[in-house]
């Protein structure tokens, strides 16, 4: 096994620990050796912890996401049930600068299946959007908006959904004008 394979073992270990010293440790290392495959334990660890400075913490840290292949990893976590989860990895994806172009109706669908927060957080990713945008992924996207609109009482999340439904618009507008 390779000594850096060794390194992020440890620090998947560390971060279940219930020391606080061990736990900020594990942290730093994050930061310093981290990669795409610890996503995942930080995300239960912002998940399950009730210490507010820790959730900083790991949002901090994924607000530095810079490598592609941690789009997969994180993409995987727009599928949780929970609120917090999501909005943690869309404000992870916006923050981080990673390019969502090709994920759009991921990105939509997490938006229509959360709260105000998780769709703020989804409207944010896609007005950060430069394109160019693939067609199918703009149709697909446009259609799930208009079945959430169809059923969703008024209210600020619904004028969210108009809003990210204006910028879809937006975007296929630019195709038409290629």
Known sequence: MGTHKKVIDQIKID????DKKVLAKA???????????????LIELYS???QEDIKQEVKSIFSEIKKKNSIDSLLFH?????NDIKELTLYALWSSGLDMTDHIPKVV???CSGNFMVILEALTVLENLE???????????STILQEKLHE?????????ILSMNEVIQQFENQIDLN
Do not use: M, V, W, Y
Not at 27 to 41: A, C, F, Q, S, V
Not at 131 to 141: I, K, M, N, S, T
Not at 155 to 160: H, I, Q, R, T, V
């Open 78 to 82: 727009l599928e949780s049930k929970n």
């Open 152 to 160: 969703a009482e008024e209210g600020s999340e619904k004028d969210l």
């Open 48 to 50: 399950k912890t009730k």
């Open 15 to 18: 971060l279940q620990s219930e």
């Open 109 to 111: 669908e997490a938006a």
């Open 27 to 41: 942290l730093t290392k994050t930061r310093d050796k981290g990669n795409e495959h610890l996503i995942t334990p």
């Open 131 to 141: 394109g160019p945008f693939p067609e199918e992924d703009l149709l697909e996207a």
